[in-house]
């Protein structure tokens, strides 16, 4: 990583679209990579942007990687929002919609890439305490929208009311990133389809796994 | 790392515990930092052991780092073996106090280590096809060791005889690493006793989560 230097000389104004296109290239590499092993030369290349364009955007090469996680935070929660305010579907289903997709989605990426928080979750959490607390704060905030799902689910006699959703929800999505973890390993969709029949018909579901 | 020269000039042969020395600095160190952070220089270093005594017992950095997969994998399998094998309690108490211990073990190291299996499943599984496999392998045969606990419950009764046991040990593993790769983020031992709880009360146990 190069020196953390000002926009450099050119007074000529970033053109719109390429902070997202730094985003983008970022996010890409990182999820392929790992933060480390993502060079901001190799990201500028790829980019077809200027260090100074840059520097205008992002202060370091830490500041970068946390805008990459936060970019990829508010489109992944955007996503589970989406699918929980569907009110045409019931709580559970609701969610297990959002999971499907998450599937199909690690399926057109051929299984290889995994997911940002859990990658960068193992990489960084012994490295960065920035990374880390940032990373920790995420991953809370969708444990808090699982455990809304199932207390709206508890509402409407979908889920036991006995069940503790605040537990249940952050193993709903502990086991998600584990089963991730294990599909880059397996190289397969099995690990994410356990993690659906067993989290969905076994342990949300009237039926046993 | 250094070039792959044969053995050194020192005719000695490497004391006995040399390689047991080397394995075990391996271990804590790739642990801490990740394979590709593991430098042999350092390994050296800190085993004091001289590069003509490591290319005795290990062909290059790869072969170290699988050797240092199959010490630890001995290790957990057999711990794991012990408490199957433990007759004085019934099979889901046999697991479950497995991975108590396990629980505590991540309690002595401040929740910073993680498994190895994770970290290096999560750091190699896009970079290396020989450290994939054998990582998946591993982790098959804990699959497998865990199905077999599950259908000793069946026959005990322990557990409803329709679960479909190999998919259920799956799913049992990958939230068992999940919970570990969250712990680090955490840095706490929540993400482990949601694990515990959920897993044991809800998904295995008559009691909900």
Chains 1, 2 share one sequence.
Not at 130 to 148: M, P, W
Request: proline share 3%.
């Amino acid at each position: 990583m190069g020196s953390m230097s000002a926009p450099g000389k050119s007074r000529s104004l970033p053109v719109a679209g390429t902070r997202k296109v730094l985003i983008e290239v970022g996010t890409r590499l990182m999820l392929a990579k790992g933060y480390n092993h993502c060079g901001l030369e190799e990201v500028l290349k790829e980019a077809k942007v200027h260090k100074g364009s840059f520097y205008h955007f992002f202060k370091n090469k830490e500041d970068f990687g946390l805008q990459v996680i936060d970019d990829y935070a508010s489109e992944r929660l955007g996503a589970l929002d989406r699918e929980l305010a569907d009110m045409s579907r019931r709580p559970l289903e609701r969610l297990r919609r959002y999971f499907e997709l998450a599937v199909e989605r690690q399926r057109s990426l051929e299984f290889r890439r995994g997911c940002l928080f859990g990658n960068l979750g193992q990489e960084m959490a012994g490295q960065s305490e920035v990374f880390r607390s940032r990373l920790e704060e995420i991953l809370s905030l969708y444990r808090l929208k699982i455990a809304g799902c199932f207390r709206e689910a508890q509402a409407v006699g979908e889920l036991w009311s006995e069940y503790q959703v605040d537990r249940l929800a952050g193993f709903c999505l502990n086991s998600w990133e584990g089963a991730i973890l294990r599909m880059k390993v397996a190289k397969s969709a099995e690990p994410l389809e356990e993690f659906l029949f067993v989290m969905f018909e076994g342990v949300l579901g009237p039926n046993p796994a």
